[in-house]
């Protein structure tokens, strides 16, 4: 398989910056958070995972409105339909059936763990595995719990102001600004 830099045309005309590194058995496709993040970090990721002894290839690529590739206007409203999750789930697919990958990890970062979990619903037929990587998939709980872990943390005092402060919604406050720096 190909390794470097590919830039592959959609079916719907858009074009989207693909790169894979490593020359090894097991394919893994990487998605990046955003939606509008990059696939930079993941620029390393063959050369680390060989470096453990794995044998691997790594595909990574910038998604529709994402850096390298093709930036729509999403204003357009014939491109209304590209900002849903069914879009940037095809889009998976088709980034998959173009670099043909077959029988692959996925890993999902933030948004892309949001994708990764619904590919793997969707397509996982073509699944060897699925990796979801620092993401909130239910923002009811995350919310419960990092009050939580705030109230552990912090004293009565400094809950309650900032309690306030949210309440009020006057998130520029310098104190309550200060209190996530330290």
């Not at 590919?6 to 719907?12: D, S, V």
């Not at 063959?46 to 206007?73: C, E, F, K, N, T």
Request: net charge negative; charged share 20%; proline share 2%.
């Amino acid at each position: 398989m190909k390794t470097g830099t590919t830039i592959i045309e959609l079916a719907n005309g858009y074009h989207l910056w693909t790169n894979t590194q490593g020359t090894g058995t097991i394919h893994l496709l990487a998605l990046h958070g955003g939606p509008g993040g990059n696939h930079e970090y993941w620029e390393d990721t063959a050369q680390r995972l060989q470096a453990q002894g794995i044998d691997i290839q790594v595909h990574m690529y910038d998604q529709l409105g994402s850096w390298y590739s093709d930036q729509p206007d999403f204003s357009d409203p014939k491109n209304a339909n590209i900002l849903t999750y069914d879009y940037y789930i095809d889009e998976v697919e088709e980034v998959r059936q173009k670099l043909g990958i077959d029988n692959f990890y996925l890993i999902g970062q933030s948004w892309g763990g949001a994708l990764t979990q619904l590919y793997a619903l969707k397509y996982g037929q073509h699944l060897k595995g699925a990796i979801i990587s620092s993401m909130t998939d239910n923002i009811e709980e995350y919310v419960i719990s990092i009050n939580q872990r705030r109230e552990e943390a912090l004293s009565v005092e400094a809950v309650n102001y900032m309690k306030m402060i949210e309440t009020t919604g006057k998130w520029d406050d310098e104190q309550y600004q200060a209190m996530f720096k330290c």
